[in-house]
């Protein structure tokens, strides 16, 4: 039986800049804080399993030599897998919060509506850098 896969922290660096670098784009985007304007919870939750489908994929059916029964793991659920989810909605909200795109982009709404809305936007945001973050951790 193999030894289980240590997460490092590079991986964990490689992720956060190809998160950041596709993420970006989309913080700064009226048409992303419009969509998620106009989002339900049902919109939100989809997109949200989108994130992990990528994620997922990305990591262990893009990649063979991946096996995420070989990785350190939390509950069953691989750190890099968990890592990869950290990143992607956290490098759109980390840029959110920098540019302060939701008093931008939200200005008008009260603070509950642009949490809520801010959220859905950071999810949309995560599409993208999920597939930045899964790219770069594949690529080293």
């Known amino acids: 039986m193999k030894e289980r896969q240590k997460h490092k922290l590079a991986d964990t660096a490689q992720q956060i800049v190809g998160?950041?670098?596709?993420?970006?784009?989309?913080?700064?985007?009226?048409?992303?804080?419009?969509?998620?304007?106009?989002?339900?919870?049902f919109h939100n939750v989809f997109i949200i399993c989108i994130v992990v489908a990528i994620g997922y994929g990305g990591l262990y059916g893009a990649d063979n030599d991946r096996d995420p029964g070989r990785e350190a793991a939390v509950a069953g659920i691989p750190v890099r897998f968990i890592s990869v989810l950290?990143?992607?909605?956290g490098s759109v909200g980390t840029l959110a919060f920098a540019v302060t795109a939701p008093s931008q982009f939200l200005g008008g709404l009260a603070l509950t509506d642009?949490?809520?809305?801010?959220?859905?936007?950071?999810?949309?945001?995560?599409?993208?850098?999920?597939?930045?973050?899964?790219?770069?951790d594949s690529l080293f």
């Open 114 to 136: 642009r949490l809520i809305v801010t959220f859905r936007a950071i999810s949309v945001g995560a599409v993208f850098s999920v597939v930045g973050a899964v790219t770069t």
């Open 19 to 41: 998160g950041f670098l596709l993420s970006g784009p989309f913080v700064v985007t009226q048409e992303v804080w419009a969509l998620a304007l106009n989002m339900t919870v």
């Open 86 to 89: 950290i990143v992607a909605f």
